[in-house]
Structure formats: C-alpha cells, structure tokens
C-alpha cells in the first residue's frame, strides 16, 4: 500500500508496500462531477508551482539505491475548482535497474481550496509487468471510483470518509499545518479501493543533520492500519522542517519487503 511511502514523501509511493508495486499516470482531467461547495478563500501553501524536491532513496543493505521526485507541476481549473498536479516519480539506480527494471509514478489533483485529493493515479513498471490505476473522489456524495487496468480493465466504486486523502496529497496536506509537541490527528487515506486509517503523533523540535545541511525539525510518528485492522509496516517516520516551507527531510518505513529510507537531496 503506497501510503506509506507517500507519506514517506508519499510517495513518495516507491517503497511498495503490498501495493507500493503500483504508481500513477497524469491526472489532466479539468471537468467532472462536482465535489463539495468551495470556500471562498484559498488557504496559503508553503509550496509554488515548479517546486522540485530530490529524495535519495536507501534500501535495505543499499545506502542508496534509488532516486525519487516530487513536483508541483502546475496549478489550473479542475473539477468545477482549482487544483495543483503533483507528480512524484521513482527509479532505482541505473546499476540496480540493469539487474531489473522499476519505475513507480504517482500523481495526485490537490484542490487549492479544499486542499482535498479531487482524483490520483498510479503507474508501474516492473521488468515486463505494467500497472495502472485510478481513484476519482464524489466529495458531494462521498464515494469514490477505482479502477485498474492490468491488461484488463476492473472498475469499482466506493464509500469514503469525509476527509479521505490519497498518500501524496495528505503529505502535502501536512506541509500547510503547524505542529507542536504532542499533537496527533487521525487521516483516513484510500490506495487500490481501499480505506486505510493513518495516525499521526508529533514530536520534537529535533535537530536534523544531513547532507543537504541543519535543520529544525518535527517528527512525525506515523502508524497505518487497513480495513480490517491490521497494521501496515512499523517505524514510520517524517521528518518535517519547522520553517516556512515546512519540507519533509527524512522519510522512514519497515515494511514487509525491506526497509526504506528516503533523504531529501535537492531543492529547487
């Protein structure tokens, strides 16, 4: 399930958990069913479209073994609102990709005034394999639609909670809070047709070295659990820049695959 790795900087969406072998396509629809009534007012963001933020990717016994991107491509009318398309793609290092071929993407409609996920899709490679999927959010009805072309084409369509995120939104989403110690809320987050629960605890401030530099931080415990309760990968952290851009520096995940790390590298 990619929440976790979205929430990791979701995405970023590579650490494939049970579905994180998956990632997303270009959302560019511009018209559809309406969604909720729109506030008059757009909340301020700490992001601008062209912002590029360039994650390496450490797996297991890998200190780096990939490269992830998240992009604020642009910001334009969509679904009877304004939404900004955000991409996050991934890749492994070419050494590792000459061994076998991985390409995740994910992308997701971020609506500027709900600051609410309107509609994400997800695309992979993996050596021969291809997958492509798609979840379009009815926030008037609270339902939403999936659907999963794998060479054929499945479709469903189900009741979501009002609030109900994809993983890369709810990431962006968290970059436009203001922590403190303790605070905790609770998201819930759809992947592949299902409603994942997604708990978050602050704590901190913790200071942050790394390679792009010092900073102040918030840490984010995460926990995931699915549908049926169960719990979705351990020692998931973010690490949150406590500054006016509010930047997710470090990115933790013990999954069943292995365990991830993501640092952010470069800011652009």
Known sequence: MRVVAALGVGVLVLAALPGAEQAGTGANA????????VPRREPAVPFKVGETLTYDVAYSQYLVAGTAVA?????KPSFSSTAYY????????PLISKL???????DTLFDSYTTLSQRTSLYSEEGSKRRQSATLFDRSSLRASFELNTGSVAKNEFVVPTGAQDG??????LRLRTFKAGDRLTVPVVDDGVVYTVGIESTGPEHLKMRLGEFDTWKLNVSVV???RRPVGKNIAVWMSNDVRRLPLRLTADLPV???GFALRDVR
């Open 100 to 106: 076998y071929s991985l390409y995740y993407k994910m």
């Open 86 to 93: 955000i991409v996050a793609e991934g890749r492994p290092l």
């Open 71 to 75: 992009t604020v491509v642009e910001k």
């Open 258 to 260: 292995g365990s991830f």
């Open 30 to 37: 511009s018209a559809g069913r309406p969604g909720l009534a």
């Open 226 to 228: 699915d549908d049926q």
């Open 168 to 173: 890369l939104a709810l990431l962006y989403a």
